[in-house]
């Protein structure tokens, strides 16, 4: 990839221009960004990352690769405006729940669109990344696209089916790990840990069960089993969370994101 074109510059594009900046691959200043309000955010991103802003949506004609990074609710009318832009490009969407046949209606019948759904550690390149793509996107071009995702994490090629699940479990993962950690960090104030004391064990605690895991090739039940001895404390917290239905929770929490994942499919791609 010589060129992108990102039409988006929220936390999603961000996240992914920072990572595209670090592995570099691109250089900066080739890495073109158009957002539909607030200049002063393109701006930002410029001193920040060497990015260009882009002042039209007609510089997505001289992209090797089109990035549709906006709010599920805008794919719709962002794509009738890339639509007069796109020839021989790949259109690689980051929206949540919008299907690739949706998007082909809108840009006229554009047969190079990949669907996928990064996370946030793309900007550190160690992120999971859902790809779904349609038979129109050639081998080739699909090839080169895995390849520079692939800088940012894991890729992981998946039916288009699944990409609702992989946006709840994986896109929104970060913000449910987070959630768990905000409660594990409080717990650790009230025992007399100061905030930034106990958040430095606790995001190695993450970073280092994530490589055992990774490395010893565990399943999470497994990796509990082990670490959890019977009256121990592991023992003891995970019968209060037993006790309280977390895991239950966290099982419907990842299925109501996928559930809304395909509602916001329906409700954004609705025409009339």
């Known amino acids: 990839m010589k060129r992108l074109f990102v039409l988006g510059a929220g936390s999603m594009a961000e996240s992914f221009i920072k990572g595209i900046v670090e592995e570099g691959v691109i250089e900066p200043r080739d890495i073109f960004v158009s957002n539909r309000s607030r200049r002063e955010r393109l701006l930002e991103l410029s001193e920040w990352y060497g990015i260009t802003p882009a002042d039209s949506l007609a510089r997505a004609a001289e992209a090797d690769l089109v990035i549709l990074a906006v709010k599920p609710y805008d794919v719709m009318e962002a794509l009738k405006q890339l639509r007069p832009f796109l020839s021989e490009q790949v259109l690689l969407s980051f929206a949540a729940g919008i299907p690739i046949e949706a998007m082909q209606r809108a840009t006229g019948g554009h047969p190079y669109i990949v669907r996928t759904m990064p996370n946030v550690p793309v900007a550190v390149m160690q992120g ?145």
Do not use: C
Not at 211 to 231: A, F, G, I, Q
């Open 128 to 272: 999971a990344i859902a790809l779904s793509a349609p038979p129109t996107v050639p081998r080739d071009k699909l090839r080169r696209v895995v390849e520079m995702l692939a800088g940012l994490g894991q890729v992981v090629e998946i039916e288009e089916e699944l990409m609702d699940a992989a946006t709840a479990f994986s896109g929104s993962g970060p913000g449910f790990i987070s959630y768990l950690l905000e409660a594990m960090e409080q717990a650790a104030v009230d025992l007399g840990f100061t905030p930034e004391l106990a958040r430095r064990l606790l995001v190695q605690t993450v970073i280092g069960t994530a490589h055992v895991l990774r490395e010893w090739d565990l399943s999470p039940s497994e990796l509990r089993r082990r670490v959890t001895s019977p009256n121990g404390t592991t023992h003891a917290g995970v019968q209060v969370m037993q006790s309280r239905g977390v895991y239950e929770a966290i099982v419907e929490a990842v299925r109501r994101a996928a559930v809304r994942a395909e509602e916001m499919g329906r409700e954004y791609t609705r025409e009339g």
